[in-house]
């Protein structure tokens, strides 16, 4: 079981470029979140999927979209990159009230 | 509206002294309180849940729910439990809403 892979790492982008992060999990689990973390903040809830084909905001969706055609992927794009997105990204699934996060992206917007 | 404090960014202690990380929080229903930490270049897991009542690693943590506050807590810090610790709370509608996270730091 690799649990909850994230890609990439790390990635720098210039204002206004476009990308997507990705996340995969093979645990199967419905539920999946990704999460912002700011330094000296908490994390973010940006969006969140309670099953293939049903994704919902979080609170801080702006600049964000997300898809779930499968159980096991749930990637979150930046259309147009500004500096207020630089951040770490974790991508988690849940079951049974237990998270499983990723290892995180830090993204920086230049 | 549903908040999460932990009011210490930091928290430095010497090892074999007690350890209290603090968390408060607001929410109007029966809440599902944890713990999650991450260790130095490892994955933010869970510590521990408030309805599990179980002790992992030495820390454990009461649910007060008149004072609203979910505070971790071992008797005897060791070096290994330096990490950033992060309390969470479940609103039962398939989010979860985290603290700014306590990083503690135990000395030799």
């Known amino acids: 079981n690799a649990g909850v892979t994230q890609t990439p790492k790390f990635r720098i982008l210039k204002i206004g470029q476009s990308m997507t992060l990705q996340c995969t999990q093979d645990?199967?689990?419905?539920?999946m979140y990704w999460y912002r973390q700011d330094p000296g903040m908490g994390l973010k809830l940006i969006y969140y999927?309670?099953?293939?084909?049903?994704?919902d905001k979080g609170e801080v969706p702006n600049g964000y979209n997300v898809s779930r055609s499968t159980t096991e992927d749930f990637p979150l794009r930046l259309e147009l990159a500004a500096p207020s997105q630089t951040s770490v990204y974790f991508c988690a699934s849940r079951r049974q009230e237990k998270l499983f996060f990723g290892s995180g992206t830090q993204l920086s917007v230049l | 509206a549903q908040r999460v404090t932990q009011p210490e960014k930091l928290l430095s202690v010497f090892k074999g002294a007690p350890v209290e990380l603090k968390c408060n929080y607001s929410?109007?229903?029966?809440?599902?309180l944890f713990w999650y930490v991450q260790y130095s270049r490892q994955r933010l897991q869970l510590l521990l849940r408030h309805i599990s009542r179980e002790s992992i690693k030495g820390f454990t943590a009461d649910l007060n729910k008149g004072e609203t506050s979910f505070h971790l807590k071992k008797p005897f810090a060791q070096e290994e439990d330096s990490a950033m610790y992060y309390c969470?709370?479940?609103?039962?509608?398939?989010?979860?809403?985290f603290g700014t996270g306590t990083r503690l730091k135990v000395l030799a």
């Open positions: 999927s309670v099953g293939a084909g049903i994704t």
């Open positions: 645990m199967n689990h419905n539920y």
């Open positions: 929410y109007s229903g029966s809440p599902e």
């Open positions: 969470a709370l479940s609103s039962g509608t398939y989010k979860y809403i």
